[in-house]
């Protein structure tokens, strides 16, 4: 996320005219994504690592992709995003990390510990159409709809074996990350498939409007 913040520093400067500081960022960028690539990277499990000099796996790894550190179809994101859907996927749903292997945290199975990560599940939605697997990222997004109750809202949490939600209720991150995925579905379609996603949020805003707008008796 360094690097995101100074890659987008980069962009906002070209576009307004003021490149003063490009030269000594996109030199601190290279510096950080070399050394991500080197240490933040495991040979032994084949995957992005949670942390340095550690083979823990962490769905945040999923934002490499999301952020553009990567590209979506990298062998190396491929590999990642194939372990995570293995070992933290629960019903669909993905957790952020193995509690057990995680320092500070209990020493509890998958899903005993904490929900699933809604804004991890929709970062794998938004990995998969990126890199050409459109029907996964269309069977995430359908699934997690069905979860979203006549409200039409999405929590911080679920627990994947019941489909209660846990956390914070609404949580607009989930929301954000949600509507990222969609518009990266839509954009990766036929062009009969983008007006199928995008009519699918028009429905949902429109659930959420419906709901919280008055009756005609009130």
């Known amino acids: ?87 933290l996927a629960i019903n669909g749903f993905v957790h952020r990390f193995i509690p057990a292997e995680t320092p500070g945290h209990a020493d509890l199975p998958l899903g005993e510990f904490e929900g699933a990560f809604l804004p991890s599940t929709f970062w794998l939605a938004t990995t998969f159409a990126r890199s050409g697997r459109a029907d996964e990222a269309e069977a995430i997004l359908r699934c997690m709809e069905q979860t979203s109750g006549d409200l039409g809202i999405f929590a911080e949490e679920i627990d994947a074996r019941t489909g209660a939600f846990l956390g914070n209720s609404p949580l607009l991150f989930s929301h954000v990350e949600y509507v990222r995925a969609v518009m990266e579905l839509a954009n990766a379609c036929p062009l009969d498939k983008p007006r199928t996603m995008i009519g699918m949020l028009e429905e949902q805003v429109k659930r959420m409007v419906g709901r919280m707008a008055p009756n005609s008796e009130g």
């Open 1 to 87: 996320m360094s690097w995101v913040a100074l890659e987008r520093a980069v962009r906002i400067a070209r576009q307004t005219g003021h490149p003063a500081d490009i030269d000594d960022w996109s030199a601190t960028m290279a510096a950080i994504h070399a050394e991500v690539m080197e240490r933040g990277w495991s040979d032994h499990v084949n995957v992005f690592t949670q942390r340095y000099d550690a083979d823990t796996l962490d769905a945040a790894a999923l934002l490499i992709p999301v952020m553009e550190f990567l590209p979506a179809d990298h062998p190396q994101v491929q590999a990642t995003v194939d372990r995570i859907v293995e070992r």
